[in-house]
């Protein structure tokens, strides 16, 4: 049974840092691996999706890694602001999306 | 293009009565997903439909719950003689044809989702 384990549960950090959000997983066999952003009380925006013959995606101050070999993947921030406080989510896409419990951010001014 | 809209974004019923939760996805999509985000916990899958069709439900409660995806109009999550314990944020997401669940490709887009609260 596919099990996705986000480390830390929640994380505050001054504003201009530089983090890193963990995802672990425990069944290589996946199709893909999308990190999203959560709002309080809105829906999910999809921010990056690693398709499982890839190893990383960037967008903008985003980087996201997957060693599907290991069951990892990490979202890196750079420079982090205070709009960047959400709730962050990583799914494995296994036929259905499977979600971790989330990391809650909070980048403070 | 709209993104994926939900209806209602909140919904209050008493214990036994039905409850309708509307999705539409967005333009020229074809995958609708729908998950539930209980209280204090993560996001769960709860079905998969194409149009007029249940492709996986094996998140769904085997009871009381049932969700459709007509050839036209809105894909629709019912929950029949609700409890307390059905209160969560019920999220529709969907992909495009070129997408599907066993895509390595597949990026699903999120509705607003519906808070559902059972007195």
């Known amino acids: 049974k596919q099990e996705v384990t986000q480390i830390p549960a929640a994380l505050s950090v001054p504003e201009g840092e530089n983090l890193v959000l963990n995802c672990s997983f425990t069944d290589s066999a996946i199709y893909n691996l999308q990190w999203f952003r959560q709002d309080p009380g809105k829906g999910l925006t999809s921010l990056l999706l690693i398709q499982s013959s890839q190893r990383e995606q960037t967008s903008g101050r985003l980087n996201a890694s997957l060693d599907k070999s290991s069951g990892r993947s990490t979202l890196y921030i750079a420079a982090s602001q205070p709009g960047d406080s959400a709730t962050y989510l990583c799914?494995?896409?296994?036929?259905?999306?499977?979600f971790g419990q989330g990391t809650t951010l909070q980048v403070k001014p | 293009n709209a993104g994926v809209m939900q209806n209602p974004r909140h919904l209050v019923r008493r214990r036994g009565q039905e409850a309708r939760l509307r999705c539409s996805p967005m333009?020229?999509?074809?995958?609708v997903y729908w998950y539930r985000q209980l209280p204090e916990e993560g996001l769960k899958f709860m079905v998969y439909l194409q149009k007029e069709n249940i492709i996986d439900e094996s998140g769904m409660p085997k009871e009381r719950f049932s969700a459709e995806f007509p050839k036209e109009g809105p894909s629709i999550l019912r929950i029949q003689q609700v409890v307390r314990g059905d209160s969560a944020a019920y999220f529709c997401?969907?992909?495009?044809?070129?997408?599907?669940?066993?895509?390595?490709?597949?990026?699903?887009?999120f509705g607003p989702g519906t808070r559902l609260t059972v007195l």
């Open positions: 799914a494995v896409g296994t036929g259905k999306l499977i």
């Open positions: 997401a969907s992909s495009p044809p070129s997408g599907g669940p066993y895509s390595s490709t597949d990026t699903q887009y």
């Open positions: 333009k020229g999509h074809s995958h």
